[in-house]
């Protein structure tokens, strides 16, 4: 039935990955706070409060080279489009999956590769794409010591890969209880 609690983690899941699209993932902070960036899915910036144009320089958005005097950042392509990809996926299986609950043995299925795919987001996210995003400004900004600093984007799609676990957890409590009562009758 779809007021099971399975589907209340299965919602909140879906819930938690979409604030991946609300949120950065990364914040890279110089110590002195005058050179930092953010890595988002939805909008990556960098921002120079050394520049001489203004407090608050832009100095590369969305990974293209906006101008200023930061012309040596070049241009960064990170993977946003795969990773975008794969939380619209997760939060459309999480959803789906609550309107399976006739087929409880699919619906553990279906759940399963949602989790398969969160586990493969999280992994992109902390090994490949934070990386990939301030790779160029350190190399543009190489006096600077910087540090890292993961946002609610990145430990959200932990707390949606619990929530799966939770979920699947549950589908195979009442399909145990199904075939319990079948066996009975």
Known sequence: MIQRIQSFYLILAACAMALCFMFPV???????????????LVKSQALDKTAEQSDDALVADDFELVGGNMSKLGYAKAPVWSLMALVVVVIAIAVVSIFLY?????????????????????????????????????QAFSNYEWTT???VATWAPVVSVILLFLAQNAIKRDEKKVREADRIR
């Open 102 to 138: 006739s087929n409880r043995i699919r619906q553990v299925r279906v759940v399963a590769v949602g989790f398969l795919l969160n586990v493969i987001y999280i992994f992109l996210i902390f090994i490949w794409a934070a990386d990939a995003f301030l790779k160029p400004i350190k």
């Open 149 to 151: 600093t993961y946002s």
């Open 26 to 40: 990364a914040k890279y902070k110089t110590p002195d706070k005058q050179v930092y960036a953010q890595y988002s």
